[in-house]
């Protein structure tokens, strides 16, 4: 775990020498988010988060083997990990180009939809950040996914009590 958080950290200030590196450490990331201990995900994840915002535009380049393992981190048992794993998304999507996340867009969104309708409310709000990010790299190809996800979408903007407001927000 502390091995991971460091990686991501450091990124902020050594990412010219990490990004030489890049690869070699993706594939430790890697091994970590498929960790028998949820809080090791959880740091791999966070570090990919971190990656995602520090390590632009070389960290886009892996696209292909980062959103599978995101993927599986998005269908994980701890709330904890789904939440960062939608982070994760958010931070990487944005920046990514519709060519690149198209291949996976189906994928991506049956998952964060299945967060959004089941998810605890910190992941659902996660959720909604990370389909924003999505929405925005997809572009037009978002548009089979935007009736739906505007008719989701309704119950948190009319939402009244307190307790939903920062849901409403990311809605």
Same mark, same amino acid.
């Given at each position: 775990k502390a091995g991971a958080m460091c990686l991501g950290v450091i990124a902020e200030g050594c990412a010219e020498p990490?990004?030489?590196?890049?690869?070699?450490m993706l594939s430790h990331i890697y091994r970590l988010?498929?960790?028998q201990e949820a809080v090791v995900r959880e740091a791999a994840c966070s570090?990919?988060? *971190?990656?995602? %915002? #520090?390590?632009?535009?070389?960290?886009? %380049? #892996? #696209?292909? %083997?980062i959103l599978p393992v995101v993927f599986q981190l998005l269908a994980d048992g701890t709330r904890q990990v789904q939440g960062t794993s939608c982070y994760v998304l958010e931070s990487f999507c944005q920046n990514l180009e519709s060519d690149n996340i198209l291949p996976f867009l189906k994928e991506l969104m049956e998952r964060l939809v299945l967060l959004l309708q089941t998810g605890r409310k910190e992941v659902q709000e996660m959720a909604i950040a990370a389909i924003s990010a999505t929405a925005v790299a997809a572009e037009e190809e978002f548009l089979p996914y935007f009736e739906p996800?505007? *008719?989701m979408m309704k119950m948190p903007l009319q939402a009244t009590d307190e307790t939903q407001f920062a849901i409403r927000g990311r809605a």
């Open positions: 990490m990004r030489k590196h890049l690869s070699e988010a498929q960790d570090c990919l988060g *971190q990656w995602s %915002e #520090h390590l632009q535009p070389e960290i886009l %380049e #892996h #696209h292909p %083997e996800v505007s *008719q």
